[in-house]
């Protein structure tokens, strides 16, 4: 495998890789498994060998587990390592009961964060998601303290309207918006997408696969206990219609001799220089994969192909990132 090349985060922003690890699924989700830790902080150390220095978490991400974990892995690579960290959302028996975005929280979380990682500062420091309980202004006023403190690099924003990133970004420069954006899920482009360009702001892309859906690896019925039978669009109808409708994802990617996820990664990162795909991994097999997605090339037809049979409306029901 070769290095991942670097994209920019905002006009005057960090260089990191243009393909990010997101390391939800180290830790346990909505009250799963935990994942073989000894695997995922091996898959940490490869990533960060091929270049991929983009390490993205939560501090909610199995109540702090996933922060530790990541504190391990980066003991003695801290310079090699870019770390995101998203805030706010708030956890219990592993499951969302709400959000907490309180200046006096915020400085309370990323005193935690900093100590389960095991660093000084936090490279990228960003809102989970705002619900209105807390004024835009409140938030992204206290993270800016905390850059002022030297405690946090950049500001980050996530799951927001494009009239809360102009908000944000008028309060404080923001460096990157993370947002889950696929071909199953396209509602961005109409302006959350077009704002954060015109701002200059990067786009952390992630779910790229629409948990799942767009691998082509989706077996029915889904596990009873399977965290994805909460959201509509993998219930009933739906989820046979969707699972149909990612046949066209297979299909092609046969004939161009690729794996379906490759091709759902390839075309979110044509979307632009500026966007980078943050995929979700736990093992060091996925790497190979999802490294070779970066180099491929999805000509005109192809391009046209996928934004006809996943326009909008083309898949049915919500997931979280309607929530």
Known sequence: MKNIQ??????????????????????SIWGGPVPDERESIATIHEALDHGINFLNTGDFYGA???????????????????????????????QPIGMELRPVSIKNFVNYSLTRLGIETIDLYQPSRMDGSVPVEDIIG???????EGKVRHIGVSEITADQLRQANSIYPVTALEIGYSLADRQIEHDLLPAAKELGI?????????????????????????????????????????????????????????????LAIAWVKAQGDHIMPLVSMSRRSRLPENIAAMDMVLTAEEMNQLDTAFAAGEIWGDTYLQR
């Not at 670097?6 to 830790?27: D, E």
């Not at 206290?142 to 002022?148: E, N, Q, S």
Request: proline share 2%.
């Open 6 to 27: 670097k994209i920019q985060l905002a006009h005057h922003g960090p260089l990191v890789s243009g393909l990010g690890l997101g390391c939800m699924r180290m830790s």
């Open 202 to 262: 990067g786009v952390i892309a992630f779910a790229n696969t629409a948990e799942g859906l767009l691998t082509g690896e989706l077996k029915l019925p889904l596990a009873e206990h399977d965290y994805r039978n909460h959201f509509s669009r993998f219930q009933g109808k739906n989820l046979i219609h969707n699972v149909e409708k990612a046949e066209v994802l297979k299909n092609l990617a046969v004939r161009k001799g690729c794996s379906p996820t490759q």
């Open 64 to 94: 702090g587990h996933n922060e530790m974990l990541i504190g391990k892995a980066i003991r003695d690579r801290r310079d090699d390592a870019f770390i995101s960290v998203k805030f706010g959302a708030v956890f219990h028996n592993g």
């Open 142 to 148: 206290t993270v800016a303290d905390l850059i002022r």
